[in-house]
Nanobody, 120 residues
Framework: QVQVVESGGGLVQAGGSLRLSCAAS????????IGWYRQAPGKQRELVAN???????NYLDQVKGRFTISRDNGKNTVYLQMNSLKTEDTAVYYC??????????????WGQGTQVTVSS
């Protein structure tokens, strides 16, 4: 099995920066795709940024130019650098790993979620 642990998040003023981290650990798995999602109160969970299975990156239009997703393959860790934060970025942020367990078994794992609050 795979364990996923998020860190980072917190309270920041508008215009500030935060970095989220998310690490997957376990055995017998390979990563297919990784992404960051967020869910604000009363809203659906939305994709913020991800690495596709082909390695390309995708961003929500509202965060382009401000957020950057990166990864450390050796550590099975994904990061989300968030700059120029806005109050509308306030949400719970979740990482999502799509892995292949024992080569051929697809599985989805979510982080526990971390609160990001941007004050005006």
């Amino acid at each position: 099995q795979v364990q996923v642990v998020e860190s980072g998040g917190g309270l920041v003023q508008a215009g500030g920066s935060l970095r989220l981290s998310c690490a997957a650990s376990g055995s017998s798995f390979s990563i297919n795709s990784i992404g960051w999602y967020r869910q604000a109160p009363g809203k659906q969970r939305e994709l913020v940024a991800n690495y596709s299975s082909g390695g390309s990156t995708n961003y929500l239009d509202q965060v382009k130019g401000r957020f950057t997703i990166s990864r450390d393959n050796g550590k099975n860790t994904v990061y989300l650098q968030m700059n120029s934060l806005k109050t509308e970025d306030t949400a719970v942020y979740y990482c999502r790993f799509h892995v292949y367990y024992r080569i051929s078994i697809p599985q989805i794992y979510w982080g526990q979620g971390t609160q990001v609050t941007v004050s005006s």
